[in-house]
């Protein structure tokens, strides 16, 4: 897998901003990416030492459009914790 694929794009959120504080980084990923892979790719693109990765699959909500149900697409999404004294600079606006 293609290590500039597997990271879709950042999740900005208040809770992701909260995190972010922690030393934390939350990403939407590709669903057939794994830990190792999710942290190599981190790595690589943004060159960071990330110390641990939580991966967890969101389930599609229910919606309604007109006279119609559904659901909204199921995502994964990766928690990306890096060593202390390390940021992003694209997460910081630098």
């Avoid at 999740?11 to 794994?34: C, H, I, M, T, W």
């Amino acid at each position: 897998m293609i290590y500039e694929n597997i990271l879709i794009e950042p999740v900005l959120s208040e809770k992701a901003n909260l995190l972010r504080e922690q030393g934390k980084y939350v990403f939407k990923v590709d669903p057939r990416a794994d830990k190792i892979q999710i942290k190599e790719a981190v790595r690589r693109l943004f060159n960071v030492h990330p110390v641990s990765c939580t991966v967890m699959v969101v389930g599609g909500k229910p919606k309604r459009q007109r006279y119609k149900k559904g659901y909204t697409a199921t995502w994964k999404k990766a928690i990306v914790r890096l060593s202390k004294d390390e940021k992003i600079p694209l997460f910081e606006g630098v």
